[in-house]
């Protein structure tokens, strides 16, 4: 006992100053990330580090420190970011929404107050209005020092760190003579491809997506973690100058144009016009062209191109009197929903899909419309038979904006959350703090792709040359339809390939046969359980030792794992009671998959054991009795069971040890406890 009393205290010191180290590196590495931008180590090895810390936070709580790395990460309130203020404000722009409005709100206002004839003209530069946010970047001497966000117009937030990430942005422009000081303004956005893709990643992961690239790129700027931000492609193009010291420019387009030169993406469908006739024209022109645009626009901006006549016109009310935004008439219309359909994703979240009356929205024919999830489906109370607005942005799939209720004639349907997948039958469950329902099937036709290919991959099953190609075309020969299949393949399956030789042949045959022999964890990796990765497979095999365990055991004693929480306990749970599942897995060993338990803890005498302990603990901590006892292969589990082997019963022990009497468990002291551990060396 004085032994284990020594290494407890030993473990915290341990702990402290590895606590102590990590935060040092951490730091370290952060400066020369966001610094010095010259990273020494991967995003994947930092990450690494930052989960160590995580996790001796969590284990050692009295070693946490607000001023810790781990602290910069997490949901942290609006106001985060230190404000910048501004002496020149960013202003906002008055609405034209016709021509006929551009002429009236821009071109005869101008010539009004500077006293023109209705017969001279004024040179104007237009530009595509960018669905983005307004930044400020302030360089000094060529080197971007401060970026901040609009915010009221004259303080913003300062997103400096977040706008470093912005691939297509000269942290230090080009050529040489650059200004004393040269704030840049312009509009952050994100393409309509980089939007559907992170859009498409938040759907596998359960999450809301973005309701359009706009909030995909305001959401991504104001991320505190910016590793997060550089995940993001944000790009950015400059519209105007704010203070310029040491340069002076005569006119927008000379702006524009050396600000092109120094590296500062400007928009290349810019065009200057020496009337407002022109200035309609490029208005209609670019509605036009605004569905081929790989961004998002919603107008254009119409601009007096000579800075002498803007700073004579001067402002009113918060815009220019020498600019107008032109808006294009939102893509929205009303329709009637006929239906409601579920697609099952690649990874098996279930999406609802609204199919619609068709009807035109700008030129194009839409029929379908994403729902996004059942929560959304929920909120807004969508039913079938509902008239409804629907909105289309660029080529993203139309959204359902709202219900028209006062439409509704009772005879609307409401169509529940589903229960059970469409595509193969499986359960659909909710996972914990997933707003997603997910197919949890291992065969489901939707995922089965995806499921071989992991199932192959190499920190799983590791089949070398079962790659993407050889999947698909097993499938498409409807050779396999779960994983199970792959070990009932012949030779000659493999022969009605294209391009597929008798060695190749061979070789995936042995491929699959040495794969048989498997580890436990890689066996548990590879059926691509939700939530399980590499490293709680390995937990899980070390706990449980073999399948069976893992197929009788209950949420808790998942739970009760380390680095298991209760949202992995439940997609685990519920993966082990899918009938489909464990008839895949039951196949699997039937036709001789053999995983073998992970050496470490074959043998050891508390192997498979299941500890509880309650009260309090005098002599060591909970956690440091835990990894005592898992380190001896047995499992620690928090409440009592027929399953349960040993209670370890501290000072104060109340129900579980009279329920642990009632069903006959061996109850230990901690004296007890520490011979048993003794015994079992
Ligand atoms: S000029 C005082 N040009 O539209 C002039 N604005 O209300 C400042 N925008 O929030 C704006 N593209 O972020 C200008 N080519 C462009 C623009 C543009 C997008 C945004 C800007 C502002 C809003 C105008």
Known sequence: ?????????????????????????????????????????????????????????????????????????????????????????????????????????????????????????????????????????????????????????????????????????????????????????????????????????????????????????????????????????????????????????????????????????????????DSIDGAVDYYYEMQQQRESLPYEIDGTVVKVDSFQLQRELGEKSRSPLWAVACKFPPRQAETRLENILLSVGRTGVITPVAVLKPVDISGVTVSKATLHNWDEVISKDIRVGDTVVIERAGDVIPAVVRVLTEHRDGSEMIVPVPKICPECGSAVVQIADEVAYRCIGISCPSQILESVKHFASRGAMDIEGLGERVVEQLLNLSLIHTVADLYSLTKEDFMRFERMGDKLASNLLAALERSKRCTLDRFIFALGIRHVGERTAKS?????????????????????IRDIGSTVATSIFTFFHNPVNLAVISRLLQLGVKPSVVAKTVGGRLSGKNFVFTGTLMHFGRDAARKMVEDKGGNVVSSISRKTDYLVAGEESGSKLDKARDLGITVLGEEEFLSLLEETH
């Open 1 to 273: 006992m004085q032994l284990s009393l020594l290494e407890n205290r030993n473990d915290h010191a341990v702990a402290e100053k590895r606590v102590k180290e990590l935060t040092e590196l951490l730091n370290h590495h952060n400066r020369l990330y966001y610094q010095h931008e010259a990273p020494e180590i991967s995003d994947a090895e930092y990450d690494e580090l930052f989960r160590e810390l995580i996790r001796l936070e969590e284990l050692h709580p009295s070693l946490f420190n607000a001023a810790s790395p781990t602290q910069r990460v997490g949901s942290a309130p609006d106001g985060r970011f230190s404000g910048v203020t501004r002496q020149i404000p960013m202003l906002s722009l008055d609405n034209a929404t016709s021509g006929e409005e551009i002429r009236a709100k821009l071109d005869n206002r101008i010539k009004r107050e500077l006293g023109l004839a209705e017969n001279e003209q004024v040179a104007y530069m237009c530009e595509p209005k960018m669905d983005g946010l307004a930044v400020e970047l302030t360089y000094e001497n060529g080197i971007l020092r401060v970026a901040s966000t609009r915010g009221d117009g004259i303080t913003g937030e300062d997103v400096t760190k977040n706008i470093r990430t912005i691939r297509n942005l000269p942290l230090r422009l080009n050529g040489e003579n650059h200004p004393l000081l040269l704030d840049v303004r312009g509009e952050v956005y994100l393409s309509i491809s980089s939007f559907q893709k992170i859009n498409a990643e938040k759907e596998e992961n359960g999450e809301t997506p973005f309701a359009n690239p706009r909030n995909a790129a305001a959401g991504s700027l104001r991320q505190l973690d910016s590793r997060i931000t550089a995940r993001r492609p944000l790009s950015f193009y400059c519209y105007a100058p704010g203070r310029i010291e040491g340069a002076d420019f005569p006119s927008q387009e000379d702006f524009l144009k050396k600000a092109g030169e120094w590296g500062i993406p400007v928009n290349p469908l810019r065009r200057r016009v």
């Open 540 to 560: 899980l095999a070390q706990a449980f030792g073999s399948i069976d365990n893992l197929e009788r055991a209950t949420i808790e004693e998942f739970a009760s």
